[in-house]
């Protein structure tokens, strides 16, 4: 069954610290998305990409690096995590004939 | 830009009674419009979509019309249970080419009592 799965599932770190976030689709999609959900601003979206080695850059992207090595790979990083990067993180998949299927997403604790 | 504006951050409702979530989107470019409901502690899910004018889509009970004149898209259902309670998100992805990326409303979360 085509998939997208993130890891991990949760995840605590200090302030400082360096943070990787992964995700990988089983879906053969283009696309891949990396959103942030926090409470009266819904998703929004940090990075995107069309395909291996394609990054652009999404609507809340300070702060956060992203990188797609491979067509299912899509990986978020924080080189210097900040208590302002606490947060529910979602990756998603999709293509130009179907709807995004969202991963469960990566609780992320900065301390 | 490209925007969603969801007026009711919370709605609390006893369970029997209809129910009508906001959603008004501004774009420059033809939009498709989408509602995902995430329950707790899941993913968000797609509940309905649309980029037909005036047409009106349905699913699991909930309904909602593109209105392009008013550029609203309204999430209803005629009598709401409890397992309607969870966040619904109202969404837009405009149909300029190549564009596949959705902004998403801040949500509005149901409740739904006895």
């Known amino acids: 069954e085509a998939a997208v799965t993130q890891s991990p599932r949760n995840k605590v770190t200090v302030t400082g610290g360096n943070v990787t976030l992964s995700c990988r689709q089983t879906?053969?999609?283009?696309?891949m998305y990396w959103y942030r959900q926090d409470t009266g601003h819904g998703l929004r979206l940090i990075h995107y990409s069309y395909g291996a080695g394609n990054l652009q850059i999404g609507d809340v992207p300070d702060g956060y690096k992203a990188t797609r090595t491979t067509q299912e790979d899509f990986f978020l990083l924080l080189e210097l995590a900040s208590p302002s990067q606490t947060s529910l993180y979602f990756c998603a998949s999709s293509d130009s004939n179907s709807d995004y299927t969202f991963g469960s997403g990566t609780r992320l604790l900065v301390i | 830009g490209d925007s969603v504006t969801q007026t009711e951050g919370l709605v609390t409702l006893t369970k029997g009674l209809p129910v009508m979530l906001n959603c008004t989107y501004q774009?420059?470019?033809?939009?498709?419009l989408f509602w995902y409901v995430q329950h707790l502690n899941e993913a968000p899910k797609l509940l309905l979509k649309?980029?037909?004018?005036?047409k009106r889509t349905e699913h699991q009970g909930f309904y909602a019309t593109l209105h392009k004149s008013s550029s609203s898209f309204h999430l209803q259902k005629s009598s709401v249970q409890l397992s309607d309670s969870a966040l619904y998100f109202c969404a837009l992805r405009p149909t300029n080419y190549g564009n596949e990326k959705i902004t998403f409303g801040a949500g509005t979360k149901l409740t739904i009592k006895p």
């Open positions: 879906n053969s999609h283009n696309y």
């Open positions: 649309s980029s037909t004018d005036n």
């Open positions: 774009t420059t470019y033809s939009p498709f």
